[in-house]
């Protein structure tokens, strides 16, 4: 399952705790973190988006 396919929040609204790799810094992060991005083919994480 792709960040853009993964709800942020459970029914609960509970944070998912899935873990993705960011394509750009290849650190590790939960899906409240990170999003897909079309440009990187992959996950990315909000550091790194708010860097570019």
Known sequence: MTASAEPRYDAAGNASTTVYQ???????????????????????????????
Do not use: F, N
């Open 22 to 52: 960011c394509v750009s810094c290849k650190e590790e992060y939960e899906r409240p973190d990170v999003m897909h991005s079309h440009k990187h083919q992959g996950a990315i994480c909000s550091l790194c988006k708010s860097m570019e």
